[in-house]
Every structure is written in C-alpha cells, then in structure tokens.
C-alpha cells in the first residue's frame, strides 16, 4: 500500500507564494496520473490540477491556471505544487492524490490520498 504525505503548507500573505510537496512512501506511486484537489470545510472537495508521472498531461481548474504549476520527480517519489500570486480565496487543506484516472476532474476517479496540509492567505 502507498502513503501520501503531504508539506509544505502555512500561512502567506495576498500575492505570495507556497510550494507543498506531496511525497510518497511503501511503493512506487500507484497509476499513471496524481492530482492536487483543496476543500474548504463545510464545501465540496475541489479539483485543483493533474499531472502524468513522466511530467506531462498537466490540466488546472481556470481558477489556478497561470498561477500554480504541478511538478513531479520521479527518483523521489515526490509531486509538486507551487503556488503563486495566492489569493484570500486560495485558503484550504490541499490533498494530493495518487491512481488518478485520465482526465481526472472529481475526487471520486482517485485511489489513494495523503491527509492534507493548510493554506491560510490572509494579510
């Protein structure tokens, strides 16, 4: 069984910038695809991007594209999310999650899960 765990999450002010890791532990990370999804409490869990293990097939939610990139290094089992120009709006645990199928846009088409981090964008 793999186990995500997931870093790098904190407090930042408006237009600053993050970078969590995800990094996975017990075998090589499960299925081709793994996807950053954020929930606010008391919402739906929220498709942030996704991103093919050999670094390709990247896709953001409209609401990140062209501030946050998905990155992975293969040699340490880790996916990356850095986050820039935050917004107040961007507040949330952020999940990764691993055995994603293609085209992955819902919690529901992912098999495994780390336990999130907190983003808090506030001044």
């Known amino acids: 069984q793999v186990q995500l765990r997931e870093s790098g999450g904190g407090l930042v002010q408006p237009g600053g910038s993050l970078r969590l890791s995800c990094e996975a532990s017990g075998r090589t990370f499960p299925g081709y695809y793994a996807a950053w999804f954020r929930q606010v409490p008391g919402t739906r869990r929220e498709f942030v991007g996704r991103?093919?293990?050999?670094?390709?097939?990247?896709y953001y939610a409209d609401s990140v594209k062209g501030r946050f990139t998905i990155s992975t290094d293969n040699a340490k089992k880790t996916m990356y999310l850095q986050m820039n120009s935050l917004k107040s709006e961007d507040t949330a645990v952020y999940y990764c999650?691993?055995?994603?199928?293609?085209?992955?846009?819902?919690?529901?088409?992912?098999?495994?899960w780390g336990r999130g981090t907190r983003v808090t964008v506030s001044s």
């Open positions: 991103v093919g293990w050999r670094g390709d097939g990247t």
């Open positions: 999650a691993a055995d994603c199928e293609d085209g992955t846009k819902r919690p529901s088409q992912c098999a495994d």
